[in-house]
């Protein structure tokens, strides 16, 4: 497997999380990372420090079924080093029950990796929400 697609294997293995509701397994990948988004003005480090945003973010989608959508993946290994960047889109669909998935968060993902013992992981994400479309009912 090329260091791309195992890193864009670690993108997803996020979202899979995440729409799973593992929180261990979620905060577990910032365990080495620093982790910043756009709604907050301090910088995260390590799992300790994220687990709380992703314990309310899973409760208030506690009931919901979600899928996040990654698209434009872009993946950017530098050559001869264990370092990469990743960019990505993200959209969050809530399942409603009797209908179709809705789309309530959209956003960008910017991630710079690390190789360590031969496995990428995350050394810093920041996380960028993209402001709700008109007329929408979401929160961003």
């Known amino acids: 497997m090329s260091d791309e697609e195992e890193v864009r294997g670690l993108l997803q293995s996020y979202a899979d999380r995440l729409d799973a509701g593992d929180l261990d397994g ?22 300790h420090q994220v687990r709380p945003v992703y314990a309310r973010l899973l409760a208030s989608t506690a009931g919901t079924p979600t899928t996040h959508r990654l698209t434009e993946v872009r993946v950017e290994v530098e ?11 993200w959209t969050v669909l809530e399942e409603q029950e009797g209908s179709p998935p809705t789309a309530t968060l959209t956003g960008r993902y910017t991630d710079r990796l ?9 050394a ?3 996380i960028e929400l993209d402001p709700p479309a008109a007329g929408a009912g979401g929160s961003g």
């Open 26 to 47: 979620v905060t577990a990948l910032f365990a080495h990372a620093t982790w910043r988004s756009s709604a907050r003005s301090e910088v995260l480090a390590g799992s």
């Open 114 to 122: 690390e190789r360590v013992e031969g496995r990428w992981r995350f």
């Open 79 to 89: 050559p001869g080093a264990d370092v990469a960047t990743s960019t990505c889109r």
């Open 124 to 126: 810093d994400r920041l």
